[in-house]
């Protein structure tokens, strides 16, 4: 049946989709085992083992500490994934490079002099090295543009004439600067000296021999069963690590680049032979060489990483029956970079079995999303058009149009946004990424050293964590959101052309964030496509097909450059009815044939290809039938996904603003009126409904998702009921207010409170981590069968669970926070108890908190009881 999924989620037979990080210090077996537990007990079916500064992974001690958790998950039923190195980042092989420096990374970087021609048995001192080891490539004249610090394209090669110290020449008239080309390790921060060099065989093999076959040698009969694989977390280029001044960019002096002599061999033929005499390009223009060179370096430099990392360890792990995962570092799109970045998000993650990205360091705020934000790290800043419009769909898009992945898009979650965070933000960012469809999960972080100032939240804390007992509540809705949007295929009409090349050819470029953001806020639903994988799609008949998605537009943000496949990929989508855009202008060239004519491979064709203004993008979707669902009006908070199930449409909606609801009418293309079912995956409840002429309506709170489903539906479930209020019993203010800690047995009197208060303001409990106890008498003149009853807490910092006549009603970890007390209460007098409880920010009061709004706690109201019929 095609709502099978939906049908097991509600019967909570879903599959598990997390797997938390469970840090690891050294701590006792009885220790570990305790935190296993709590992960279990939270509903969660696995975890991800992770050194965290372990001290002797690799050692006798580490092996024991591995047999005790593999030991008790198999116990458990529960399965273990392993972050693949002694700490972050992924690349250090447990230190097996120390020994090996000849397989550690290097860079390449340049220093320079300038003079002034013509000149006669001229010279200039060429020791530019920058440590002990550095070796000169090559000293280059490369002749100035006048009043610019550009070059004309005129380089004369001066490398023989170097001796002793000194370079020789005779120079012609002009300005002419002197460039000394290092291979160096100066650029390399004190770790990366130690770090693997991704381009090199040996190195990797050295890696994998390290990490990957010591633990197959000890715990080979848990793999593929009990052990299911492993985490590579942000590995990357390193070269630039110990620069200062910001991310090393292309075009850029002084820069470090990654370097192999082997690279010289290898693009030598794409610069008849002289590929040293086009290096200059990396820093400064160089005539009409620079895209050509840029792009050709970095096109290198990242299938190199792709083929000789990523595929090498991921098809050793799928040899030894198990899984390969991760994410590489997304941030402000390193992932077209160098340096933290590895170069190519899409081939930086080809070999992997999963789409992958994190979200971490307080990049996604609620509330955030027109703002550029302060956040505590090394950019100091959060651009929302990246983290909250392009990251969150990397991963998806990838799943989705690879083969390997199946589907699979996962996200680490939750870290380093202080203990401030507590459920209620969780929830929203959790619905953030479902939403973009993401469906695995790496909470961080589970660490059984508590206080541990290490990027928190933690989640269970040895047991003192006020929302602990709520956190599975959260982990229950992330599992069966990710089991019903898992196994089928993600249904979009467009493609977004992956930005890389063209950042690489060009500083001309416009990145895919703003696009991604226009078509987010209009409900026009997008994957991010690389030319990689568009060179190789098919046809259905206007569509372009990637993987079993249909695509019917390809979108590609302005870039003054594009390599000449990419273009070419263009014109053959265009030959084939698909509708091909090119956001502002077309590209004025070939970034890798930069004096080819391209105007036979894009130009403007009546009806398929195109260019248009930005602005005019989301009216031609609409006008031309690329659409899936149209509100009424604008809906700047409303987020949607389409997943398809054989003969069943899932479609989520998301309210990812924090103040307003949305209410409004929505039409679905294709869906002409007739029954469908509505999914609230939280409280795990569904009801059929029905429309008569094609239009749905849709009311979101903030905070709330909804899953909607057409097709066929699950079975067994009642017909939505619509109830109207028909009247209001006011709470008075009024209540006995007791707290407790987590860890305390019984609750102990506060005080009375004639008006609710912020429990953690200035004047009440500002360190205050725990529960308050709200207590209170409530009389029910006349209650009727007919009616129902609903708290309505209003305010409420910040999950909550009510009782009535000591009767569990309900737990709430985010807005609104409505409780149906119907069966509960009687005629005549009833005892209402409210708990919430805070995040442990208060008290904690880390560092990385400083950067988020600290919400008053406690019940705040205006609480009523709303009477419906």
Known sequence: MSSQRINESLKNLNENYIFPFFWQHNEDDQTLINEIHAIYDSGIRALCAESRDYVGFGTDCWWHTMTVILEECKKLGMKVWLLDDETFPSGKGAGCFIDKPELAACGITERHADIVGPVKD????SSWEMEEGDKLIAC???????????????VIDLTDNVKDGMVYFDLPEGGWRIMFLYKTRSGLAPWARKYADMFCDESTDLFIESIYEEHYKRFGEYFGNTFVGFFSDEPLFVNGTAQTNGIPELGEKYTHFPWRDEFVDKLNPKFDGKFIECLPALWYELGNVTSKVRFEFMDMLSKRYSENFCWKVGNWCREHGVMYIGHVIEDFDQHAKTCAGAGHYFRALDGQDMGGIDTVLGQTIPGMTNYITAVPCSYDVSDPDFFHFTLPKLAPSHSHIQPLKKGRAMCEIYGAYGWVEGLRMMKWMTDMFLVRGVNHYVPHAFSPKFPDQDCPPHFYCYGTHPQFTKFKILMGYMNRMCHIINGGKHVAKAALHYHAEAEWSSKNYTPMDKPARLLTENQLDFDIVPTDYIENCTFNGNKMVINGEEFSCMIFPYSEYLPLNTLKAAARLRDNGVSVIFIDDFPKGASDAPDMDISNLVGTKRNVMFSMAQEELVNYMRSSGKWDIKPESYQHYLRYYHYKHE????????????????DTNITINGFDGGDFAIYDALENKAYRSHSNNGNIHLEIEPYNSIVYVFGELPEGIPYLKEYEKVGEIALDESYEVSTKLEQDKEFKHYK??????NMTGKDELPRFAGHILYEKTVNIDCKCDEKRYVLDLGKVGESATVLVNGQHCGDKIAPPY????????VKGENKL??????????????MRSKYILFEPMGLLGDVKINVLK
Not at 647 to 662: P, S
Not at 752 to 757: A, M, P
Not at 818 to 825: E, M, V
């Open 122 to 125: 001229g010279a200039m001192m």
């Open 140 to 154: 280059l004249a490369c002749e100035r543009v006048v009043y610019e610090e550009k070059l004309t394209g005129r």
């Open 647 to 662: 003969n069943t449409d899932i479609y989520m909606f998301t309210n990812e603003g924090i103040h307003e609801k949305i």
């Open 752 to 757: 009375s409170i004639n008006k609710l208060v």
């Open 818 to 825: 409505r409780f149906d007390i119907t069966d509960a209460l």
């Open 833 to 846: 108890e409210i708990i919430v409880s805070t995040h442990y920010g208060y008290e904690l009061r880390d």
